[in-house]
């Protein structure tokens, strides 16, 4: 698959995405208090990538799984995702003005109102995905949720941020507390959006273990290229402050290893992704995201 393909399987996906959520906003959503949604939709719509939740649904298709089944699981991975970066931009978080282009939601909705955005799109998204459990009951939906809860939770995701607010400015930086930060705070969001479309498609096990491995690799690959943007981006393109890690003395791969040696841990990540996919049926697409990460700008 090359380039424009990819662009143009990406897009189809994050069009479906975008609808489905347009279409929560103004039915499920309809009895949220007006502000409050409000916060959560400003955030929630300004765009993006819709990495994860493209990735989601372009693994179901790829092992022949039914689409609209795995689209209330990408809806709901891309709202915890927003939620995380609302709070990550709060003063006592990374303290950032700008998120996706524009003002972060505490600079238009006030610190609190954010919070509380957070923790609806949050709950909001548990609530959609357990409406899409009860909806189909089997065994690949109930795997996707709990793969979900599991990565974005007290174990997963949270923890890598807990990790990386312990280890700001320490004076003690390692390779290992580093690998752990990015495993949790990075990879396990991607590693979500890749099983639950594995699980909702029925993969088998092998498959499924291919796909953690590669999913890992990317999302390891992904931290690694954000810092290097943190240095060496146009904030035009990334669409949020730069050079705040180094300011704050967070630790990552450029700060640890320097540039160069940042963008060869890149290469190598890329390498491993795709030599874990190497035996996946019609996993072209998921190689192309791997060139497509490496290289990326924003």
Known sequence: MDHAEYKAL???????????????????????????????????????????????????????????????????????????????????MDDD??????????????????????????????ETLLKAVAAHPDEGALKAANEIACRAGASGMVTGQAADIEFEGSAVQTEQMLMFIHRHKTADMLAAAVLCGAYIAGADENTVSALREYSEKMGLLFQITDDILDMTGDPALVGKTLGKDKESGKLTYAVLYGLEGAKARAEQAAEEAKAAICGVKNAERLAAAVDEMLTRSN
């Open 10 to 92: 990406m897009e189809r996906m994050r069009g479906l995405v975008e609808e489905e959520l347009a279409r929560i906003e103004n039915t499920e959503a309809a009895s949220i208090y007006p502000e409050l949604r409000r916060a959560m939709f400003y955030s929630l719509e300004a765009g993006g990538k819709r990495l994860r939740p493209c990735l989601m649904l372009a693994v179901c298709e790829m092992l022949g799984g039914e689409v609209s089944r795995a689209l209330p699981f990408a809806c709901a991975l891309e709202m915890i995702h927003t939620y995380s970066l609302i709070h990550d931009d709060l003063p006592c």
């Open 97 to 126: 003005d700008m998120r996706r282009g524009r003002p972060s939601n505490h600079k238009v909705f006030g610190e609190a109102m954010a919070v509380l955005a957070g923790d609806g799109l949050l709950s909001f998204a548990f």
